[in-house]
């Protein structure tokens, strides 16, 4: 009588492995973008939700608050604070602080002036790719807008 054993040989097991490997070595560059993507996101969330948070407790509280971006310092009663998350940076915007006041206009505080135009903050990745960059737009009126794209060079 002869006994048939079931199972994988350790060739066939090798092989597996081996294709396995390949579609894993397939799929780790797009797994990057994402996460690359997910950063940038993350960042550009949370400053549109700082500047829409500024705007509104200046608008409620009437008087006037600071963002101070690029700074991971404590936020306080009449500053904000903003720090991009991993790999992310700013990389333009007309100053490191913005003002907004009682009215919804946004001022300059280096100047110490109200803004005359639209102010935009462009926030890139490390990888320095166009396609990773988001731009968000402060109009002169205080009114905040996030574009998808930007265009890191």
């Known amino acids: 009588m002869q006994n ?6 350790l060739i066939e097991l090798m092989v597996t492995i081996a294709v396995l490997a390949i579609i894993a ?3 780790a560059p797009s797994f990057g973008d994402m996460l ?3 950063n940038l996101n993350k960042s550009t969330k949370e400053l549109v939700a700082i500047l829409s948070q500024a705007r509104a407790k200046a608008a409620l509280e009437r008087r006037e608050i600071t963002v101070e971006l690029l700074s991971a310092d404590t936020d306080t009663e009449d500053k904000l604070n903003w720090m991009p998350a991993g790999k992310s940076s700013l990389k333009s915007g007309r100053t490191a602080e913005i003002v907004f006041m009682p009215t919804g206009l946004v001022k300059d505080p280096l ?3 109200i803004i005359a135009t639209d102010t935009s903050f462009e926030i890139c990745d490390a990888s320095s790719d166009p396609k990773y960059s988001r731009m968000v737009t402060i109009s002169k009126m205080g009114a905040i807008q996030q574009i998808v794209e930007g265009d890191c060079s």
């Not at 048939?4 to 040989?9: A, D, W």
């Open 4 to 9: 048939k054993q079931k199972g994988f040989t």
């Open 25 to 27: 070595m397939m799929a």
């Open 36 to 38: 690359q993507r997910q």
């Open 111 to 113: 100047a110490n002036q």
